[in-house]
């Protein structure tokens, strides 16, 4: 007869929705770049001549 396995000692955790537990700076720098691409992005699309 096998002993039985014991259980993990800390549960496993969700990590869903975990973003907005973030302090709102966190979150910030989170979605910083990709707003500074396409702030980029519209800059250029407005630009008269491509620059390639």
């Given at each position: 007869m096998t002993p039985p396995i014991p259980s993990s000692p800390r549960p496993v955790r969700?990590?869903?929705?975990?973003?907005l537990a973030w302090p709102a700076?966190?979150?910030?720098?989170?979605?910083?770049p990709a707003l500074a691409l396409l702030w980029l992005?519209?800059?250029?699309?407005?630009?008269?001549?491509?620059?390639?």
């Open positions: 969700s990590y869903v929705g975990s973003v700076w966190l979150r910030v720098l989170a979605v910083l992005a519209v800059a250029w699309a407005q630009l008269e001549v491509a620059p390639w």
